[in-house]
T-cell receptor, first 113, second 110 residues
Framework: NAGVTQTPKFQVLKTGQSMTLQCAQD?????MYWYRQDPGMGLRLIYY???????DKGEVPNGYNVSRLNKREFSLRLESAAPSQTSVYFC????????????FGSGTQLSVL | DAKTTQPPSMDCAEGRAANLPCNHS???????VYWYRQIHSQGPQYIIH???NNETNEMASLIITEDRKSSTLILPHATLRDTAVYYC???????????FGTGTRLQVFP
């Protein structure tokens, strides 16, 4: 089992470019999350999806959109990238209702020039 | 959701016990205490969680005070590979989002 898979692992964008970060899980979990982590900082929640077809804003949603394509996949889109979005992005999953044990992907390191 | 307060950094000698404190004075009755750690730039890893009783697993022990306003994560015999940022988080089974703070950076030295 791969667990939580994020693609790409690294990406460099120019200001104003768009891109989509992909996340897929094979754990059959209902909830999926996108976090960002700036250098030396903790994780901040961008968006989350408690189940297929639903999405909600987290702490720092501005500049991002998400799509819960199906139970397995949860994508994060930057429509017009800005240097302030330079960060490491982590996707995570959780089985709602059982416990708060979350499983994280290995991250996507994004640089916006 | 209750907030947590952790010291920004701690040191521990290899082979000694590492005791990481967490304050969660506003925790509510149905909220659990969870600990995660993040090694270097990897994704956070679950360590342990508890409600009011002390818990132990192969990685660590969790001691929760009787009033549940604080807890301590104990790594009984710290190794260099335990050098990481440790996050204390509280939430209930109804919580649909976990809020991470800045955590405690534990440095284990030889």
């Amino acid at each position: 089992n791969a667990g939580v898979t994020q693609t790409p692992k690294f990406q460099v964008l120019k200001t104003g470019q768009s891109m989509t970060l992909q996340c897929a899980q094979d754990m059959n979990h209902n909830s999926m999350y996108w976090y960002r982590q700036d250098p030396g900082m903790g994780l901040r929640l961008i968006y989350y999806s408690a189940s297929e077809g639903t999405t909600d804003k987290g702490e720092v949603p501005n500049g991002y959109n998400v799509s819960r394509l199906n139970k397995r996949e949860f994508s994060l889109r930057l429509e017009s990238a800005a240097p302030s979005q330079t960060s490491v992005y982590f996707c995570a999953t959780q089985e709602t209702g059982l416990n708060l044990m979350m499983f994280f992907g290995s991250g996507t390191q994004l640089s916006v020039l | 959701d209750a907030k947590t307060t952790q010291p920004p950094s701690m040191d521990c000698a290899e082979g000694r016990a590492a005791n990481l404190p967490c304050n969660h004075s506003t925790i509510s009755g149905n909220e659990y205490v969870y600990w995660y750690r993040q090694i270097h730039s990897q994704g956070p890893q679950y360590i342990i969680h508890g409600l009011k009783n002390n818990e132990t697993n192969e990685m660590a022990s969790l001691i929760i005070t009787e009033d549940r306003k604080s807890s301590t994560l104990i790594l009984p015999h710290a190794t260099l590979r335990d050098t990481a940022v440790y996050y204390c988080i509280v939430g209930s089974y109804n919580t649909d989002k976990l809020i991470f703070g800045t955590g405690t950076r534990l440095q284990v030295f030889p």
